[in-house]
């Protein structure tokens, strides 16, 4: 940690010699530990921030230029406050752009800003890096400039930034793990009305292990569009939110749903009382019981929602039969990406070497395994 703020200190001083001592903030990546597919159904979800993180470290000007230097991509950018346009070349700029577009569209006045960042939430893992770069940055200008953001318009304003600046129609909950996550906690947060509460979670033995299948996500977008399509039918079918139908209900009704409808809703349906339980399970601190709902929770994504792939499978099922595994599942959008494992701390090297060694055989692949623990939200540095 130490290396990276000195290197990153360096690199604004080279950069920006009239710049000052900068403000220093991190706005951390994040995992949903369960509760997928059931965002944009109004669903709930348990995630929090992860200790990868992007840092950033920013100082005010007296101009309105903003100059942004990527030190992982070892590009920069330049541009005004009063021209914030979508770069199609350097989209990483656009994450901050479309941050400070909309602070100023809210009518908050800001200065021309110096930034340089970096991090180490692997590209690709589902850590949700955009989100963490869109808080860091709101997080940033709002200490720099001095104006009152509450943290709940914090998130949604980066959210908006996400969607209709950047053009990616995420949820809500990458955004709100960063910035709201107390350390030591996750967030079950309900996706219908943002309303939250922190869930103890004694993850001390415990690390979270995330394997890359290395598989390219073509389906995803395409599937992804349809899947918020076929639950809107089966809502219809049903005459209410899925979100309002317990699993009792759905087994009463389902008969008025076509197969594909049926499934669909099941998933969306069982994993929000999968996810009620997963929090009930952390209070008790029942881990058994938690990796036994993330099992289901991977089966339910294979079978009913039908995003998962051979290559996800694959790596879920090496995990299963690894010492010291509490539960593993896929995580995020599926069609390929990463899968999340708990392991207890004694056994994750061995867990990464048997990743390592077998999957490449089963699956044809290369892979990467990453570890990261539970951690708290964006923050000052200095």
Not at 44 to 68: F, G, Q, W
Not at 217 to 226: H, V, W
Request: hydrophobic fraction near 40%; include cysteine.
């Amino acid at each position: 940690m130490q290396e990276r703020i000195a290197i990153l200190k360096k690199k604004f001083k080279e950069l920006y010699p009239e710049g000052g001592s900068p403000l220093l903030v991190a706005g951390p990546g994040r995992i949903n530990i369960i509760g997928e597919h059931v965002d944009y159904a109004g669903g709930l979800v348990l995630p929090s921030a992860v200790d990868r993180e992007i840092l950033l470290a920013a100082s005010n000007r007296k101009d309105n230029k903003i100059k942004i230097f990527s030190l992982d991509y070892n590009e920069s950018f330049e541009s005004s406050l009063d021209r914030l346009k979508f770069c199609g070349k350097k989209r990483w700029a656009n994450y901050l752009q479309g941050v400070f577009y909309f602070l100023q569209e809210k009518g908050l006045k800001l200065n021309g800003v110096n930034i340089a960042f970096s991090g180490n939430i692997p590209q690709g893992g589902g850590l949700s890096s955009s989100a963490a770069l869109e808080v860091g940055t709101c997080y940033a200008a709002r200490l720099l400039n001095g104006f009152i953001l509450s943290d709940l318009e914090l998130v949604k304003l980066c959210q908006k930034a996400e969607n209709n600046f950047v053009g990616v129609m995420c949820g809500i909950m990458d955004q709100f793990a960063s910035a709201l996550s107390k350390k030591g906690n996750l967030l079950l947060l309900d996706c219908r009305d943002l309303e939250y509460q922190l869930i103890p979670a004694d993850f001390s033995g415990i690390a979270i292990v995330l394997a890359d299948t290395k598989k390219e996500r073509t389906l995803a977008g395409s599937e992804y569009n349809l899947r918020r399509e076929q639950l809107a039918k089966a809502a219809g079918l049903l005459g209410k939110p899925l979100r309002d139908v317990s699993s009792k209900e759905f087994e009463a009704l389902k008969g008025k749903l076509d197969e594909v409808s049926r499934k669909r809703a099941k998933h969306v349906i069982y994993e929000i009382e999968r996810t009620k339980n997963a929090a009930e399970a952390l209070i008790k601190k029942d881990m058994p019981e938690l990796g036994r709902l993330l099992y289901e929770t991977h089966e339910s994504l294979r079978t009913d929602y039908e995003v998962s792939c051979r290559e996800l499978d694959i790596m879920v099922e090496i995990a299963s039969r690894s010492k010291g595994v509490i539960g593993s599942r896929m995580m995020g959008g599926g069609f390929g990406g990463c899968t999340l494992t708990l392991v207890r701390k004694e056994n994750v090297e061995e867990l990464q070497e048997k990743i390592m060694k077998e999957y490449p055989k089963r699956a044809g692949k290369k892979t990467e395994v990453w570890v990261c623990n539970l951690a708290g939200g964006a923050r000052t540095v200095y």
